[in-house]
């Protein structure tokens, strides 16, 4: 949908521009910025997403649970990034960057995980979460598996489910 508001205000823009632009500086202002609107509603709606946060997108998460494929983690296979691992992990849920846990005292850390999807390699990564590698490990040793929900027209979005982690008491 944001792609057909993209392009309408592209269209637009550029038909402002040629009418009555060429006639007036306000016109000519006018019909850039509407351009500029579409392009930016083109860009935000082709920007690649991150695993999708469950406090923030529980709808989303829920259509994706339901209708999305679905690919099983084998959690011992996951890379685990902490803050003590790389130096500095970069914050990012849905492709923001924001400090979502600043009092958590300790780790925070992203999980990633290398799977094929309709025959391309993809490197999937959750959202950041106040755990450190050693609550990881354990959890995952003892869980085994989860999954990851894939929507089908777009990959770049998806649900790495990892609820059970908050489930668990800490070490």
Request: one cysteine or more; aromatic letters at 10%.
């Amino acid at each position: 949908m944001k792609k057909l508001f993209a392009s309408l205000f592209i269209a637009l823009g550029l038909l402002i521009v040629i009418k009555v632009g060429i006639q007036s500086v306000i016109g000519l202002i006018i019909g850039v910025s509407t351009v500029a609107v579409g392009i930016l509603l083109f860009v935000l709606k082709t920007k690649a997403s991150k695993s999708l946060h469950p406090s923030s997108n529980e709808a989303l998460i829920k259509q994706l649970r339901e209708e999305g494929d679905r690919i099983e983690v084998i959690l011992d296979q996951c890379m685990i990034s902490d803050n003590t691992t790389s130096g500095n992990i970069r914050i990012s849920i849905s492709g923001f960057s924001l400090n979502e846990f600043p009092d958590a005292p300790g780790k925070l850390s992203v999980v990633r995980y290398r799977s094929k999807y309709n025959g391309k390699e993809y490197i999937f990564t959750s959202p950041t979460m106040p755990f450190d590698r050693k609550q990881l490990v354990y959890t995952f040793t003892q869980k085994e598996t989860t999954s990851i929900y894939i929507d089908k027209s777009n990959p770049s979005l998806y649900y790495f489910d990892l609820r059970f982690m908050f489930d668990q008491p800490s070490l």
